[in-house]
T-cell receptor
């Protein structure tokens, strides 16, 4: 199916475990983003990527790692999960150029760290 | 970096009443402006966007927004709301980047619109 998909939709993990959230888009968009959504904070940017093998930190990158070996995939890894990383995570993508002026969002992954 | 302020965290209204959700942003440089809507347990869906041209922008579901450069505002309005409009609404701003049309998005904290029968 065309679009942007995140997996899993729901995840419960224990403190200290490593967990990876997956994001896949089928549009060959250059830009991809990871946001976390917390009550009272709106959406905050964790990391973004302008192209394969190019990534950069956002507002709240600590405790997270990203990679982008292929244009269509942008996984987000929590190296050692903490309770403060309990959140809803959204992946987004956007193209470049004059006709690409919208970011498309996945359905989100609800992560609970216990 | 941009800063986006949504002045109301919650807006309760009755069905068929008009509504305005307020948004102000910090920078006076050229920007793109967006309103997104999020229904429960779903991702964000674009309502409307301002890129250039007319300051009044019309979006989906009867929503519109007006860009006011001097006041750095981009308020969202609907003349008559429905119960189905109950959702969270996010204002977002993006700087115009050289070489691409959309940079990173800066979001406000969101406004929960609740429409009562």
């Amino acid at each position: 199916d065309a679009g942007i998909t995140q997996s899993p939709r729901y995840k419960i993990t224990e403190t200290g475990r490593q967990v990876t959230l997956m994001c896949h888009q089928t549009w060959s968009h250059s830009y991809m983003f990871w946001y976390r959504q917390d009550l009272g904070h709106g959406l905050r940017l964790i990391y973004y990527s302008a192209a394969a093998d190019i990534t950069d930190k956002g507002e709240v990158p600590d405790g997270y790692v990203v990679s982008r070996s292929k244009t269509e995939n942008f996984p987000l890894t929590l190296e050692s999960a903490t309770r403060s990383q309990t959140s809803v995570y959204f992946c987004a993508s956007s193209g470049i150029g004059h006709l690409n002026t919208e970011a498309f969002f996945g359905q989100g992954t609800r992560l609970t760290v216990v | 970096a941009q800063s986006v302020t949504q002045l109301d965290s919650q807006v309760p209204v009755f069905e068929e009443a008009p509504v305005e959700l307020r948004c102000n942003y910090s920078s006076s440089v050229s920007v793109y402006l967006f309103w997104y809507v999020q229904y429960p347990n779903q991702g964000l869906q674009l309502l409307l966007k301002y890129l250039s041209g007319s300051t009044l922008v019309k979006g989906i579901n009867g929503f519109e927004a007006e860009f006011n450069k001097s006041q750095t505002s981009f308020h969202l309005r609907k003349p008559s709301v429905h119960i189905s409009d109950t959702a969270e609404y996010f204002c977002a701003v993006s700087d115009r980047n050289r070489g691409s049309t959309l940079g990173r998005l800066y979001f406000g904290r969101g406004t929960q619109l609740t429409v009562w029968p």
